[in-house]
């Protein structure tokens, strides 16, 4: 079974060719015709290139495809490439909750919402998330900040105070990172 979708949208003497081809690559080919169908359509797969002749709004994973002629093996070099990126790029992608944390942006996002972390803000929501429990601030010290837990430092402390005063202002949130009397943890 094939877990990547390529999408020919309105683009009917490509999908011919390539669905005679189909056997000899390794992914499902659909044609759409219909934008309605397309949104449809790719709300119900994870994995899925679109190859469409004009740029759609709003919708991800596409590839224009405005240089012909092309030949055909260079065609599917692309093709591949694409699917290569986008896999790149979803493995870059972590949900907590609501939220939606780009490591390669370095972004924490709520819809179209975005906040720009520095990477130890990243390693911190990361290991709160990670560790589904109140996390001591020793113990951050020593897992995400690296320092030895007999240091005497207000670091963490101050971190997670202006994480927390970032994510408030941009997002209204005040209860993503919770205080406990034993340490800190995301909602």
Do not use: C
Not at 37 to 62: A, E, G, P, S
Not at 160 to 183: H, P, Q, W
């Amino acid at each position: 079974m094939n877990n990547q979708n390529l999408i020919i949208y309105q683009f009917n003497s490509l999908f011919q060719i390539l669905k005679e081809i189909d056997k000899e690559l390794n992914f499902e080919i659909i044609e759409i015709l219909d934008e309605k169908l397309l949104n449809k359509k790719i709300k119900d797969l994870t994995n899925y290139l679109i190859i469409t002749k004009k740029r759609i709004l709003y919708v991800d994973n596409q590839y224009i495809f405005d240089q012909l002629p092309i030949k055909l093996s260079k065609l599917i070099e692309k093709i591949n490439v694409e699917i290569l990126k986008q896999q790149f790029s979803d493995k870059s992608k972590i949900y907590i909750e609501d939220y939606l944390i780009n490591l390669n942006a370095r972004e924490l996002s709520l819809k179209k919402t975005r906040l720009k972390l520095t990477e130890k803000e990243i390693n911190t929501i990361l290991y709160l998330s990670k560790i589904k429990k109140p996390v001591s601030i020793e113990e951050l010290q020593i897992n995400v900040w690296k320092y030895q837990s007999d240091m005497e430092t207000h670091t963490v402390e101050t971190h997670i105070y202006r994480l927390r005063k970032k994510i408030l202002k941009i997002f209204g949130d005040k209860n993503f990172i919770i205080s406990k009397k034993n340490g800190y943890q995301i909602k």
